[in-house]
């Protein structure tokens, strides 16, 4: 059964869906959390119970994170999403330093597809269901732009605001 809640946040409302999980905070998987606008982004089907109270832990953790007394996420993610060659971008994406940046080359050589792998890496990145709690917005180009976010340029360079992880210009 999938579950839904909207979330505030200084980004816009906030999608997440998730499924029941033994041994998860709230007895909730987190398998997508979506930006208004984002490409690519979940959508609520018929079939889905708005179910706000499952999704209290996650949300008080987004709360922290926007107010700045949150670093790193605590959450239990939904199994199955994604190829194995996303899981492990994913992954690697997982071991990215709040308030820091890293290249996509610098992820394709941690997951050992270095050179023609840096465009895979980049479709991988932009497939994450995740946004915001994997932080896929730490990955910039190798020349230190912005490059590609689902939510927005913008918004990636809010959330990298927020988290001291702009390169002076």
């Excluded at 987190?30 to 706000?52: F, N, R």
């Amino acid at each position: 059964m999938t579950m839904y809640a909207t979330v505030d946040s200084p980004l816009g409302e906030l999608l997440l869906a998730g499924e029941a999980a033994s041994g998860a905070a709230g007895g909730v998987a987190l398998a997508s959390l979506s930006l208004p606008g984002q490409k690519g982004a979940a959508v609520v089907q018929d079939d889905w119970t708005h179910a706000p109270e499952a999704f209290t832990g996650i949300a008080a953790q987004l709360r922290e994170y926007f107010a700045g007394r949150l670093t790193r996420f605590d959450i239990v993610y939904a199994d199955g999403r994604g190829t194995d060659f996303q899981r492990r971008v994913w992954a690697a994406l997982d071991t990215v330093p709040y308030g820091e940046t890293v290249s996509y080359g610098q992820i394709a050589e941690r997951i050992g597809a270095p050179g023609a792998g840096v465009r895979a890496v980049g479709t991988a990145i932009g497939r994450n269901p995740l946004l915001v709690v994997r932080p896929c917005h730490r990955v910039i180009g190798a020349d230190g732009a912005l490059r590609g976010y689902a939510g927005g340029l913008e918004r990636k360079e809010q959330l990298l605001g927020l988290e001291g992880a702009l390169a002076v210009r």
